[in-house]
């Protein structure tokens, strides 16, 4: 089934968040903060929060939903789903739960886990499927709730935090490919410094066989460590891909990076002398997203008519794992 040639396009984009909103002056009602403390140090200003009825694939389906729409295409046409989450509904996946949600009854669907670099890593999977000729039409969905996983009594870490999801319709053509390069990257020695962990305590069965039942610990991450592991590998990961492209940092039209911190996202456009009218930001409005926040951001740009058909995009994701990646797109059909 090899197709030679083939390459990928992203030919539509949603994105959908929950309703209920907490900005920081409510959260400073809950820990003690502050909306100057939080805003000066992450460029937070709100975040969205899943409440007890809702769940990761009513949102996941919506932002979906949308990009089939975007993409001319109903949910028959999709061949392959991908989601990419930290934060499933059910450990076993909920990629099988949003096709049969919204439809795409002929779609294999399964999860992808790399954190808030999720989505990068899906779609240089995605966009294998796709090159080899194996599937021509694909959903690549970035989700999490993270507000389920959040110690909200851990003022270093819970201001940070917000859920919703974003989708994008990957479609293989036989033209130009607009995945122009990427790179992705891990290094597991960094694991300790963000962390959502199984704990377990022993628990005998028999005389002689214990085993372990426990359950999962709320989000720990060591903040300067990952600030100063973002600053440092975000650029240099961009340049590579930039290099596989055949591209210089001239060529971008615009920069959108995971949404943790934005100082971090104002480091790493200075250290490639990329100007912030370049730079795609959101994270005010919903807090980091981790695997939702890129595409939530590109759907939000789309939308809004500043990503234009034939921009060159630098995307990046960086977090838990570690893991950090980086794919230059151009985006939409020319």
């Excluded at 996946?93 to 399964?110: H, L, P, S």
């Excluded at 080899?132 to 851990?154: E, F, K, P």
């Excluded at 490639?272 to 980091?288: D, F, I, M, T």
Aim: glycine share 10%; aromatic share 6%; charged share 20%.
């Amino acid at each position: 089934m090899s197709n030679t040639g083939a390459g990928i396009v992203v030919i539509g984009s949603g994105s959908a968040a929950p309703t209920t909103l907490l900005n920081n002056d409510q959260l400073s009602q809950v820990v003690e903060t502050s909306d100057e403390w939080i805003a000066t140090r992450t460029g937070i200003r709100a975040r969205r929060l899943v409440g007890p009825e809702g769940s990761l694939s009513a949102i996941a389906s919506q932002a979906a939903q949308q990009a089939i729409t975007m993409a001319g295409l109903t949910a028959q046409d999709i061949d392959l789903i991908v989601l990419a989450t930290s934060t499933p509904d059910d450990l076993f996946g909920t990629a099988g739960k949003i096709q049969g949600e919204i439809g795409a009854t002929r779609a294999v669907a399964f999860d992808l886990t790399a954190a808030c670099s999720g989505f990068v890593f899906g779609l240089v999977t995605v966009a294998q499927f796709l090159r080899t000729g194996v599937y021509r039409n694909a959903v690549l969905i970035g989700a999490d709730v993270l507000s389920r996983w959040v110690d909200w009594s851990d003022r270093g870490t819970c201001v940070l935090f917000g859920d919703g999801a974003g989708a994008v319709v990957l479609q293989r053509t036989e033209e130009r490919d607009r995945l122009l390069g990427f790179e992705l990257c891990s290094d597991g020695s960094l694991n300790h410094t963000l962390n959502l962990a199984y704990q377990g305590t022993a628990h005998p069965l028999t005389s002689d066989v214990t085993i372990s039942q426990g359950q999962y610990q709320p989000i720990t991450m060591n903040g300067r460590e990952i600030y100063r592991f973002a600053v440092a590998k975000v650029p240099e990961v961009i340049s590579k891909s930039l290099f596989r492209a055949q591209l210089t940092v001239e060529d971008l039209d615009w920069l959108l990076l995971h949404q943790a911190n934005q100082r971090i996202m104002d480091a790493v456009a200075q250290r490639l002398k990329l100007p912030p009218e370049k730079v795609l930001s959101n994270l005010a409005k919903y807090g980091n997203t981790s695997a939702a926040s890129i595409p939530l951001a590109l759907d939000e740009a789309v939308r809004e008519g500043k990503v234009k058909a034939g921009d060159k995009i630098a995307i990046a994701g960086f977090g838990a794992g570690l893991n950090w990646g980086a794919a230059i797109i151009e985006w939409g059909l020319v």
